[in-house]
């Protein structure tokens, strides 16, 4: 896997005495935390879309009062409305433990991998990719910003 590293910007270069495994079990760590954050996104979705249907309730509610439907509002009103998604939450209480606990810990073994192994320096596995994969010299292929 190993490449030459010409193209490859420092902040990303492999240090040395890092080798191909290393690397790649690396990449693919970062990999998985990029799909929590994934999954983090989703969860901040679910909190948003309950958090408006339930706001959606109230015109439901007075909708079905309007149109004399009491004993139907009554129920949405006293069963739905201001219901914990889980035994005593809220979404915003679940956003809050996942960011504090699996989230939050998923980020720093991930950082702490990086710094033990590899110096910090991320993306090495795609810098190294990136290096093999582009054409030299070609438009749009730049090793970086400033070539």
């Known amino acids: 896997m190993q490449t030459d590293q010409s193209g490859v910007d420092p902040t990303h270069a492999r240090p040395a005495g890092v ?10 760590l970062s990999k998985a935390l990029e799909t929590i954050h994934r999954v983090r996104g989703h969860f ?6 309950v958090g408006g249907a339930d706001l959606a309730l109230d015109r ?12 139907v509002a009554d129920r949405v009103e006293r069963e739905l409305l201001g219901r914990n998604v889980l035994p005593g939450r809220w979404t915003f209480q679940i956003m809050e433990e ?6 939050a810990a998923f980020q720093e073994v991930e950082r702490y991998a990086r710094e ?15 290096e093999r994969r582009r054409t030299h010299g070609m438009p749009g292929h730049e090793a970086t910003p400033q070539e």
């Open 19 to 28: 080798d191909d495994r290393t690397v790649e079990a690396l990449g693919e």
């Open 116 to 130: 033990t192994l590899a110096g910090g320096r991320r993306h090495i596995y795609e810098a190294e990719m990136k």
């Open 98 to 103: 996942f960011d504090d606990g699996y989230y």
């Open 60 to 71: 439901v509610v007075e909708l079905l009062r309007q149109a004399g439907h009491d004993e």
């Open 44 to 49: 901040y979705s679910a909190h948003q879309l």
